[in-house]
């Protein structure tokens, strides 16, 4: 999966994969591609049915902000952008949310509160 999002150089980028695993990075740690680049891969994943389902830009501001994960079997999730941490564009990334079994996030969305 590739995305593509317009940010401020001061700007974080939130990643969250399907099962449950997360990571807040800076903006800076990205180059600056041109026309024609293959990009930069930010997300590792730890199985290989894993995938990237939410690519959200986080505002750098006192933040109230919240995370809402859409899950197959329990609908919506609130956690605060807070709680994912901060990693550089190597890292794979935290468990942010247990997921019972079969059971993988859809859709991610970023919303005042």
Not at 12 to 22: N, S
Not at 31 to 50: E, M, P, S, Y
Request: proline share 4%.
């Amino acid at each position: 999966m590739g995305g593509l999002l317009a940010v401020d150089h001061d700007e974080y980028l939130v990643l969250i994969t399907a099962d449950g695993y997360g990571k807040k990075m800076r903006i800076e740690e990205i180059r600056l591609g041109n026309r024609g680049d293959l990009g930069t891969q930010v997300c590792q994943f730890l199985h290989k049915t894993d995938q990237l389902v939410g690519l959200l830009r986080l505002p750098n501001k006192e933040n109230t902000d919240r995370l809402w994960l859409q899950t197959l079997k329990h609908g919506f999730i609130s956690i605060s952008p807070e709680q994912i941490p901060l990693e550089s564009k190597d890292g794979q990334g935290q468990l942010i949310i247990n997921l019972e079994n079969h059971d993988v996030i859809h859709h991610c969305y970023l919303t005042p509160s």
